[in-house]
């Protein structure tokens, strides 16, 4: 009875069984509620396929589409702007979270230039880069980096004050307190954000292969709708998940290899 209560305990661990248990059942249920929907005719197949139609629509996709091509541009397009965001935005990050003057002068800027939507500089773009794959790259590069700079930003501005304070009280120099201190304490939450903001490159994966792309999951689920193939739309969206959940999965073991004192036993 107390293992029931503790369930609902908030921020108590929970056994890695339990947890397991409760994620498969998360995506049965989903499953279930899908097939009662869709076999049971209470939505028509235009709208949404049955999970059979949605399996051979795959199969067809990666025998006869090659899909496997689109699946592989569409991973080096998000990776490389996700990578050159976080190869500019991190150490940015970090210098405006440290120092006062950094956040001064780039932050407004940041706070302004990120509430533009990516896909409204879909015209500059192609005028500035041409409709080759920079463009792309471009697309998911300015959707992520403003946020991503600005998470890690706030993540350096968290480490403790005392911890820098005893720093100094122990005669570390100031360039030793930002080695020694602010970016170990930073590097766990910069780590995270980095998971999320991955993520979140991959929200702008459509918009960026809408303009003369030829190939891509984006390209295939835009000309899908084009031509009413709702299940092949429905594989490009579920292949995009099950690359997000891989993706996911591989920061977390990377955050738990890294540092693993912040592992709390009983959830993976």
Do not use: C
């Amino acid at each position: 009875m107390l293992q029931k209560l503790k369930l609902f305990v908030p921020k108590a661990d929970i056994p890695a069984s339990v947890y397991v248990s409760l994620t498969v059942l998360s995506f049965v249920l989903l499953l279930g509620a899908w097939s009662v929907l869709t076999y049971g005719g209470f939505v028509p197949p235009l709208f949404l396929p049955t999970p059979g139609q949605i399996i051979a629509s795959a199969v067809v996709l990666f025998t006869e589409f090659d899909l496997t091509k689109d699946i592989l541009a569409s991973v080096a397009r998000v990776t490389g702007g996700f990578l050159l965001a976080a190869v500019i935005g991190v150490p940015l990050g970090i210098l405006m979270g440290s120092l006062k003057v950094f956040e001064a002068f780039v932050e407004p800027l940041l706070g302004f230039l990120r509430y533009m939507p990516a896909s409204a500089f879909i015209p500059l773009f192609i005028l500035w880069l041409g409709i080759g794959e920079s463009e792309k790259v471009a697309v998911i590069f300015f959707g992520t980096f403003f946020q991503l700079t600005l998470m890690v930003m706030d993540v350096t501005k968290n480490v403790s004050q005392a911890l820098i304070d005893t720093a100094y009280t122990l005669g570390v120099s100031k360039r030793g307190v930002f080695w020694r201190v602010i970016l170990p304490a930073s590097m766990p939450g910069i780590v995270d954000t980095l998971r999320i903001t991955f993520g979140w490159a991959w929200t702008y994966l459509v918009v960026a292969e809408i303009v003369a792309a030829s190939s891509g999951l984006g390209h295939m689920i835009m000309q899908s709708q084009r031509f009413l193939k709702t299940s092949h739309i429905i594989v490009g969206i579920i292949i995009i998940g099950v690359i997000g959940i891989i993706i996911d999965l591989a920061f977390k073991w990377l955050y738990y290899r890294l540092f693993p004192w912040l592992r709390k036993g009983g959830v993976a």
